[in-house]
């Protein structure tokens, strides 16, 4: 057997398990429906709430970004609770490793978080007449760095509650501490990015992203072996 037959076998396996969930919501449409509905309303409620003040830069780009941590939280938690109410939990720990259903679950959530990030952004920027971007190389990057963070995030916390008894109440409860300094650092980049500052400013909230980023998902593999089993 070849040192690259594993690696191989796991990179399948996890493919498969994308592929899996993708075709599953797409015929259920789930998790897609209840972000949109959720973006939507949240966005809505922003607009009546405003009325025809003008909010300042920094309001606004921690408006934005509550609307897309709420609208996670409505969405992600399912990704392991599904397995369990389905009965499939066993099948897959019998079949793939725990790294390799780790790994696509994490590709599920993040293609959700990123098609959430861009409907949101978009929505706002074309309802919220006060949200504007002056630095769109910042405001990128920190869309993608958050999107990544916060996949990461959901998925070994939807790992955690899967067995729970109050899933719906325990997840957001368990994701805000973890996801704070995630939000506060995204918020702090918008922020910049709103402002126009100099793409060279904001890489100390670039570098904390990254720092967040290889932390999360560097303990997830490390313990989602132990979690997905008891």
Known sequence: MSRT???ATWIRSAAA????DWRSELRT??????????????????????????????ALAGMLWVVIFFASMSGLSRTFVM?????????????????????GKLLFNLVLVIGLNLLTVTLYALFISG????????????ILLGSVGLAAAATIIAAIIAKANTKGTLYPVLS????????????KATRRAAEGAFFNEAL????????????????SFMLFDYIWKD
Do not use: C, N, W
């Open 5 to 7: 037959e594993p690696v």
């Open 17 to 20: 398990i994308f592929q899996k």
């Open 29 to 58: 449409r789930y998790a897609m429906s209840a972000l949109i509905m959720f973006v939507i309303t949240t966005i809505s409620i922003i607009l009546f709430s405003l009325g025809s003040e003008q909010a300042p830069a920094d």
């Open 83 to 103: 397995e369990e109410e389905r009965g499939t939990a066993m099948t897959l720990q019998l079949l793939a490793s725990p790294g390799a259903v780790f790994l």
């Open 131 to 142: 949200f504007v971007v002056r630095t769109y190389a910042i405001f990128a990057v920190t």
């Open 176 to 187: 805000f501490p973890i996801l704070l300094p995630l939000l506060l650092t995204v918020i």
């Open 204 to 219: 100390g909230e670039f570098q904390i992203l990254v720092s967040y980023i290889v932390v999360v998902v560097t303990t």
